[in-house]
């Protein structure tokens, strides 16, 4: 009787001992599941080990300033900040950001007269740039995307959306089809500023042969002046008149053409400032043709 008794107390010991196995899996399963609140935080900011991005921010409302750096820091993103477009490019002079967010109207230097000198330097052609704009910016908007941007938010700002739309700007695509956008820009941009130099062009050389015929007809009634005067004091003064009269003008005329030789100069600085540009992008989009062939 006792040997029977014994038995059931072995089988309950050995079923007692399987669970005890069992119970670490579960645990361990349990353990392996992914935490839905950590999943949203990989998704609207960088990982806890990756460099955070570093973003700047150009807004000149000290409010929103302050709010979008406090925010964005909180995300994970080193954030500096800048007042107005001209300061942002005297600190970008030192320092290369990852992502720009721009207010569009602001004093002492617009979000678009800022984007266009940044896209003048090849080192910042890759950087994206979003713009904050309230309904009333649209028509900035339309100007802005001409220069090449990567995309607008409304304000007020909906920071989650912003998040987003910084993380889509990163993307290796999405650099791939900001730089063909700028250089289309930069193509078109070339062809308007050739024709802006050749109107200037043409301007002057009109103004020259202008200024020849007139200086030819001052230069005869001069000589028929002076084969005339002999001892008359009237045709004296006159001639002494007329040749004031021609320095005047022919100093009036070098002005002008100083004035018209500086103004084509700065256009064609910008073109060749452009065509560099160009080349850069030709090339960066060249090498990624080749590490990722279709």
Known sequence: MQEKESK????????EVSAAEEKPETNKQET???????????????QHNQKPREVFVIEDDQVTRKMLEAILSQKGYHVITASN????LSKVQSWSPEVCIAD??????????????????????HVPIIFLTAQRDKHSVV?????GIDGYIGKPVNFDLLVKK???????????????????????????????KKKLQDELNQKSQHF????????????????????????KREISVMRQKMKKHQEDFN?????????????QTEIDQYKSNLKSISEMLEQRSVKEPQ
């Open 8 to 15: 059931p107390e072995e089988k309950s010991k050995t079923g």
């Open 32 to 46: 392996d599941k992914p935490n839905g609140k950590d999943n949203g935080q990989s998704q609207s900011a960088p």
């Open 85 to 88: 477009g001209r300061e942002a």
């Open 104 to 125: 569009i109207n602001m004093p002492i230097m617009s979000g678009i007269e800022f984007l266009r000198e940044f896209r003048k330097k090849k080192e910042f052609l």
């Open 143 to 147: 100007r802005a995307a001409s220069l």
């Open 166 to 196: 910084i993380n889509e700007v990163c993307q290796p695509r999405a650099r791939a089809k900001r730089l063909e956008n700028i250089k289309s820009t930069l193509i078109n941009t070339i062809l308007r500023l050739n024709a802006q």
């Open 212 to 235: 020849s015929k007139v200086k030819e007809q001052e230069q005869k009634r001069l000589n028929q002046l002076m084969r005339q005067q002999g001892n008359d004091e009237a045709k």
């Open 255 to 267: 002005f002008y053409v100083q004035k018209m030789k500086k103004s084509i100069g700065k256009v």
